[in-house]
């Protein structure tokens, strides 16, 4: 039957009654399936006001395909007790009966049955009474009919444990006249021409409502990762500061840029195999500022600037080393070399301007070449924030590969209170306010601090960065200028990214165990500055 002629005689019936009626009663009388008059309802309120509908839901019992064969055939106690003729059978043979395991156990509850184990055959299955009463399959069949009422609760869910019975939740709607109730349907029209314009018509013709609060199709497009959507926050403070963003392309960097340039010595932990990957091919990295890596050499090795060093035997072979890059300070450490050879060339083309003797040495050079460099020195802000790599074990909140962000400021006579104060308005921009620092020891920064915050969810103080200043003896090499002070600090990416999605493993986050759907569905990153 179409749907058309069920939802016309869904009308009639209305018509009919005083008050209502059911979509149940309704599917039986017509003898169609509910879900086809569920379709009439919907098509007829989208219609306009016909009819009025209002949801119901009923629970009643059902049998399961179980049991309506038991309702059908008997219980299995009671198809195994009328398997056994009288002179028994051998119990082994009635196991083997479709209803044999279940019934027989219950069979033997119910004390209908009894197995003799010393019958010379083996064991035995025997009668114990002449005649039973099949109360299962009465209960089933009265429950079939319609009659469940008369069932005891008890006995139900003893039947609903067997797995015979099932409660049912029936959604039905009650159906009543609307305010434009007609028996006839008339469609109505959803577009406004020309031609109803201009004869009238469309006084006479009934539009179907505009909805104004329907969505329209979602279209197929890419999703940024929660990663990246926090990573974009980041950047846009750091501009906001006036910040400068370095080139970060480098994953691969030599040992000599990586720590050695760093100040770090070659012996240290850190450059392990256990903490650090090192490359095969290319296995050595060969140009290196020739100058430059002889000053880095001296002071590991015999000290300067006012440092006595490391000293041990600094070897070019360990700063050879392709590694890949264990931190974005690599990329600070070019950066800043890179301003100091600016500053040294503006320097030189100061003197040789001044004096009209291009490449010739006069006394006292050195002092006016100190005076010039202050006055050409000019004060920067970088900011980098892009992958690193540690041969880390993976667990829920370290992975090999994860982000750092890193901020440095470079300028004449900054302190330890410069820092504080610059990690105070950048964390405040995050939305983090309650700051504490606690000292700490980095090969290359001197003073070091590990930078606290309070988290407000867990009531106790959390680490959220580390940050220092650099030391002479990693600037000075480079040729920045006497004075110049560079401080820095850094953090990661993914444990602000964890705690603003909620995400709690580190491989929910990154890796082949993401859920793409996780990073279809995840908001804008707003931080709560």
């Not at 029936?170 to 029209?189: D, H, L, N, R």
């Not at 003073?447 to 867990?458: A, I, K, N, T």
């Amino acid at each position: 039957m179409a749907d058309t002629g069920v939802a016309e005689l869904l009308l009639k019936r209305i018509e009919a009654v005083d008050g209502g009626v059911d979509s149940q009663d309704v599917a039986c009388a017509l003898s169609v399936d509910h879900q086809v008059v569920v379709g009439a309802v919907k098509s007829l309120q989208a219609l306009g006001d016909l009819i009025s509908a209002e949801q119901r839901s009923s629970k009643h019992w059902e049998l399961t395909g179980e049991g309506q064969e038991t309702a059908e055939k008997g219980s299995h106690e009671a198809r195994v007790f009328n398997a056994i003729p009288e002179e028994g059978l051998p119990q082994n043979e009635l196991m083997k009966l479709p209803s044999g395991k279940v019934g027989f156990s219950k069979a033997m509850s119910n004390k209908w049955i009894r197995v003799d184990k010393a019958h010379e055959g083996g064991p035995r299955v025997f009668r114990m009474v002449e005649k039973i009463d099949d109360s299962v399959q009465e209960k089933l069949v009265q429950i079939q009919k319609g009659i469940a009422n008369d069932v005891d609760e008890k006995e139900k869910n003893e039947l609903k444990k067997r797995k015979l019975l099932a409660e049912v939740t029936v959604k039905s709607y009650w159906i009543m006249k609307g305010p434009s109730f007609s028996t006839t349907i008339t469609k109505q029209e959803t577009d406004l021409t020309p031609e109803m314009l201009a004869s009238g018509s469309w006084k006479q013709k009934s539009f179907k409502p505009y909805n104004f609060e329907a969505l329209g199709v979602a279209l197929d497009c890419g999703h940024l990762h929660p990663l990246m959507k926090v990573r974009t926050q980041f950047r846009q403070i750091f501009l906001e500061m006036g910040f400068t963003e370095m080139p970060t392309n480098n994953f691969i960097e030599s040992s000599f840029w990586n720590f050695d340039s760093l100040f770090q010595p070659q012996q240290h932990p850190a450059r392990d195999q256990h903490d650090t990957f090192f490359l095969s091919d290319p296995a050595v990295a060969h140009e290196f500022p020739q100058d430059y890596l002889e000053r880095v050499k001296k002071v590991h090795s015999e000290g300067g600037y006012g440092s006595q060093g490391y000293k041990y035997d600094w070897k070019i072979e360990e700063a050879k080393k392709n590694i890949l890059r264990t931190h974005t300070t690599a990329v600070s450490a070019r950066m800043l070399y890179k301003l100091a050879q600016q500053c040294l060339q503006e320097e030189k083309k100061h003197l040789e301007k001044k004096e009209g003797q291009p490449n010739k040495k006069k006394r006292g050079g050195k002092r006016r070449r100190k005076r010039s460099e202050e006055g050409k020195f000019t004060p920067v802000k970088y900011f980098s924030i892009d992958r690193v790599f540690r041969n880390e074990t993976l667990d829920a909140t370290h992975l090999a590969e994860f982000h750092q962000i890193e901020g440095v400021v470079a300028d004449y006579g900054l302190t330890l209170g410069d820092l504080m104060g610059i990690l105070h308005q950048f964390f405040t921009k995050l939305g983090i306010t309650k700051l504490r620092f606690k000292p700490a020891y980095n090969p290359y920064t001197e003073p070091s601090m590990e930078v606290f915050s309070y988290h407000e969810g867990l009531k106790k103080w959390v680490e959220v960065g580390n940050s220092g200043v650099f030391r002479p003896e990693m600037l000075l090499p480079m040729g920045i200028p006497e004075g110049v002070s560079v401080i820095a600090w850094g953090l990661s990416l993914e444990r602000p990214t964890m705690i603003k999605y909620g995400i709690n493993n580190i491989r929910e986050l990154v890796g082949h165990k993401v859920n793409l759907q996780m990073v279809y569905d995840s908001p804008i990153c707003r931080l709560d500055s």
